[in-house]
């Protein structure tokens, strides 16, 4: 099983993976980290405050990391691709470089996991649009996608402090909200 962990503006520091795991006795799969589409690691986490769109400012990657080697300990193989660039404009683009196995050594992932992304009022309707294409091709070739609901699930937008005030009301984060996630 090949698994890949979508990150944005943020890496893993795998120093502080590898002593994680040695301290609990843990073993993980070969882990590839790179960047992608031009960006490059690592990318530290944010300090708290300074990016208030993004409240990933206690190393949100370290901690999916951390989840995935410990619900998944059967893995051949984990991936951490890493972007600087928004979501909002090149994750169809990862999607179909996942699905073709570009990014992945030729190996089509069997799983994706994407921890952390823009509620949906941010999106616009074209790249809705071109996301859930993707995302269709790559649930039809066998991939799954899983996307966290948010810390408040469907109500993660709305007001919160680590959150853009600004968006407000019942929304859920995108892509958690697709039918093909």
Same mark, same amino acid.
């Given at each position: 099983q090949t698994a890949v962990l979508l990150e944005f503006n943020q890496s893993v520091d795998l120093s502080t993976l590898d002593e994680w795991m040695s301290c609990l006795g843990v073993t993980g799969p070969p882990i590839t980290q790179k960047g992608v589409l031009g960006s490059?690691?690592?990318?530290?986490?944010?300090?708290?405050?300074?990016?208030? &769109? =993004?409240?990933?400012?206690?190393?949100? &990657? =370290? *901690?999916?990391?951390?989840?995935?080697? &410990? *619900? &998944?300990?059967?893995?051949d193989q984990l991936y951490v691709l890493v972007s600087d660039q928004s979501e909002l404009v090149v994750l169809p683009d990862i999607i179909d470089r996942l699905r073709s196995g570009a990014l992945t050594d030729g190996r089509r992932p069997d799983v994706v996991s994407l921890s952390f992304a823009e509620c949906m009022p941010a999106w616009s309707d074209q790249a809705v649009q071109d996301t859930e294409q993707a995302l269709q091709e790559l649930a039809e070739a066998g991939t799954w996608f899983f996307k966290a609901a948010g810390d408040s699930g469907p109500s993660d937008c709305s007001h919160h402090p680590l959150c853009d005030p600004s968006l407000a009301g019942p929304d859920m984060g995108y892509p958690a909200a697709s039918s093909w996630v």
């Open positions: 490059s690691v690592p990318i530290p986490p944010s300090p708290c405050g300074e990016t208030p &769109a =993004q409240p990933a400012c206690f190393g949100e &990657a =370290q *901690g999916d990391v951390y989840s995935i080697i &410990a *619900g &998944a300990p059967g893995l």
